[in-house]
Each structure stands twice: as C-alpha cells, then as structure tokens.
C-alpha cells in the first residue's frame, strides 16, 4: 500500500448532509425515468450548488484605477476586462 492509499484509509467517512441527499435524490430520479445522468452532468449539478460565480478581491486604489481605465479604453466593464484577463 503506497503513502496515498494509507492516508485515505484514515480519512473518516462522512454522513452526506441534506443538499447531498437532494442531488443523490435527483440523480435517483433522472436515472429511473431512463434518461441518465452523465459525469459531466453531475459535475455541473456539484459546481451549481458549490460556487456562486463571484469573487470578492481586495486590490490596491492604484491597481483598481488602472484597471478601470484600462476597461474604459477597451469599450468594456471593469468585470469584463478583468475575465478577459484572467483567461488569458
């Protein structure tokens, strides 16, 4: 048994709480009305109640100021330039 096998057999297991019961119970659902679910599916049903999509980030006035105009020059909102520049 490597060092990672180890390590997971003392983790303890974990009793699913109410939003686990409801995704399983709708994974239940989907699967006996013959449509399935697939990994992707259930990724996305997992990230939808685990991330809400924002991000709340403390920057210097400086680096903000810089950042909104440099958002202004391109025509786009301050959130927009800064996905843009995140992706990149």
């Known amino acids: 048994m490597n060092e990672i096998e180890k390590r997971f057999r003392n983790i303890p297991e974990v009793e699913p709480d109410e939003r686990d019961l409801k995704a399983m119970e709708r994974i239940k659902k989907a699967n006996d009305n ?3 679910i697939t ?3 259930m990724d996305r049903i997992r990230a939808a109640q685990e991330y809400s999509g ?3 980030l403390r920057v210097p006035k400086t680096l903000h100021r810089d950042l909104t105009k ?3 020059q391109e ?3 301050l959130n927009q330039f800064i996905l843009y520049k995140l992706v990149r």
């Open 39 to 41: 990994l992707e599916e």
């Open 34 to 36: 013959g449509k399935g």
């Open 54 to 56: 924002k991000i709340s």
């Open 70 to 72: 440099a958002a202004k």
């Open 75 to 77: 025509g786009i909102s």
